[in-house]
């Protein structure tokens, strides 16, 4: 007999291998089934592959559904669908739709009777959890999100839809200047252009477009408008070769006075060598969490916002009391 | 008719006069009393003062109680006492005696129906948060603490202990080379005296005895035995015209793998330019939360492990969602 939380994956793209190596280090969980569009035979794992169309057969054997989804299309459908039959843990991170995404969340949750932990990784996640501290804390004071150094997906798929592009990856950086004046204590008013630059590595078809296609580029508002951007034309095989790593990070700086003379630093900061593994590891701490809240009989949509942080642990209360506190 | 969370503070020294201070910038709270021990009339405040004996003639006037008594004497009296009567939050940081006194104030809590939240402030408190998010995050990791650069009160009281001494500070000072070794996620060994330098500032009464105050304070053991130690001998004027200041800071930086291979870096900060200042409006924050939890009709102690940090804020969760998350 096993009391072990019987967790399921929702997508194998690679936030859902992310997933699936994640659980190996936390023995507390046992992997019952990754769920796929794919076929299931075809999937290169050990873990037992099904197809989706056959998750409800699994509604008794699994404590917490982690969602591995994309924000834009898979997680508006699946959340939904699969919070009507089980509790859930996602990533959400379409930041201006989060309250409409959690309003469907919470009505199908209560009416389902499960747990919902939505927008859980860290942006929105670790990121919004020490805005809200800090803000709390120092309320006479500014917060400031550096994002970088790392890929940013669709700032290097607005360049992919230039004409000419064949491929393109898109660096958002931190600017140290920037960051330099925040840790100091001068809260300078800085809009996002002014804390980060940007750095795009582009595979033209043609080089003779690469003219035009850096004017593009470069004028694109919303995206690179405003903002010190470089462009590099590259080789399809030096943008394999060198641009294929997941690495990124940054930084929640907020900086306040007491009264107003003394000033206060707050800083929190991640430097990740594999973004889509770190989020992973923070959707199976809080699949944790899940299944522990539904142990208590809470139902609906919470966000990293509504939980007692203790639930992220496999360690009891009391040994937290003794041996982190 | 306000609708203001009627606040008590206990004790007026430095941490009091922060709370008193944080009070007027958070605009939901009102002060209603400062609970004192000395003769509240020679108290050089605007604030209604009170003697401490007349407590209980605020029972229906106050609505959380923030403690402001020191963690070696006032504390282990004051907070079961009050926690009979009110909702409270203190900032107990003896970290040994830590269990002893949840368990001490969560019976009385449970009795009176009110809610104690313990052990508010840095260290224990958000450094004690950010070790157990950091390792239930990257189970496969270590997290190190360092404290500094500031002025360590058990360290100084040590050191003025001495015979001949007649006053001292003593800093503690993280090594950046560690930090260096951490941050670069090497992960080492590094006990305490491997982390931190310290240096001392002492007025002795006699110049000829210091020698032997030198060789006292390297050979303490528990305090600077291990060691990098430095020790200056200065007068008294130096002493207050250069060491006063009541800034500190420390960092949580824990450092571990997903898959074996990819490293992740977790890092939070503080860089406060007055110490009980900032200790004493993480306490106000945190009674905001007391408050609300007194109204889900919660009670028992409660550590920063257990509570939904949205408590903190003075948001309602609608707008948390839509701006911060």
Redesign the interface.
């Known amino acids: 007999m096993s009391n072990k939380i019987r967790a399921g994956i929702v997508g194998y793209g690679n936030l859902g291998r992310?997933v699936e190596?994640?659980l190996k280090?936390?023995d507390d969980f046992t992997l019952k089934a990754i769920f796929t569009r794919r076929d299931p035979s075809l999937m290169n794992t050990e873990s037992n592959m099904v197809h989706i169309d056959n998750i409800l057969d699994y509604k008794n054997d699994i404590d917490v559904m982690i969602l591995c989804g994309g924000s834009a299309n898979d997680l508006p459908e699946q959340g939904p669908a699969i919070a009507a039959h089980f509790n859930t843990v996602d990533s959400f991170d379409n930041?201006s739709e989060?309250?409409n995404y959690?309003n469907t969340i919470d009505k199908i949750a209560k009416q389902s009777n499960k747990v919902s932990l939505f927008?859980i990784g860290w942006d929105?996640g670790?990121f919004?959890?020490?805005?809200?501290?800090a803000?709390?804390?120092?309320?006479?004071g500014k917060t400031y999100t550096f994002w970088g150094k790392g890929i940013s997906q669709g700032h290097s798929e607005a360049i992919r839809r230039i004409d000419g592009v064949k491929d393109a990856v898109q660096y958002t950086i931190p600017l140290e200047e920037a960051m330099k004046e925040v840790?100091a204590g001068n809260n300078p008013d800085l809009k996002a252009e002014e804390r980060h630059k940007r750095i795009c590595y582009v595979v033209p078809y043609d080089l003779k477009d690469k003219d035009r296609i850096e004017r593009e580029i470069k004028s694109m508002s919303g995206y690179f408008l405003g903002y010190d951007t470089t462009v590099y034309f590259i080789t399809e095989e030096e943008l394999i070769a060198n641009h294929s790593n997941m690495a990124h990070g940054g930084f929640v700086i907020h900086s306040g006075k007491?009264?107003g003379?003394?000033?206060?630093?707050?800083?929190?900061?991640?430097?990740?060598?594999?973004n889509p593994?770190?989020t992973?590891?923070?959707l199976v701490?809080f699949a944790?969490a899940a299944y522990r809240l539904a142990l208590d009989n809470k139902k609906g949509a919470f966000?990293?916002?509504?939980?007692?942080?203790?639930y992220?642990?496999?360690k009891p209360?009391?040994e937290?009391?003794?041996t982190?506190?």
Chains 1, 2 share one sequence.
């Open positions: 992310g190596l994640a280090r936390n930041h989060i309250p959690f927008s929105p670790l919004s959890l020490n805005r809200l501290m803000q709390a804390i120092i309320p006479d840790r007491t009264d003379v003394h000033n206060h630093v707050i800083e929190y900061s991640l430097t990740l060598d594999n593994q770190f992973s590891s923070v701490a944790r966000s990293i916002f509504d939980i007692p942080l203790a992220l642990s496999p209360r009391e937290l009391r003794k982190i506190l």
